[in-house]
């Protein structure tokens, strides 16, 4: 049987915890930041845990991940 495919959205917006969790950068940051409040920026600036229902759809598209 040939080896799945890994999406490449998926390669480049998620990464996989030692845990086997998925980590996400917050998004929205990109440009047009004069518009967005400085609250809204600052809770965007790291990376958050998706949940477990998300998880699953992510893990699909990332077979060896």
Request: aromatic share 8%.
């Amino acid at each position: 049987m040939p080896k799945m495919k890994t999406k490449s959205a998926v390669k480049k917006r998620f990464s996989l915890t030692g845990t086997g969790k998925v980590k996400v950068k917050v998004g929205y940051k990109s440009h047009l930041l004069s518009n967005k409040s400085t609250k809204m920026k600052r809770h965007a600036r790291g990376t958050f845990i998706l949940c477990d229902s998300d998880e699953k759809i992510i893990k699909k598209f990332m077979p060896y991940g």
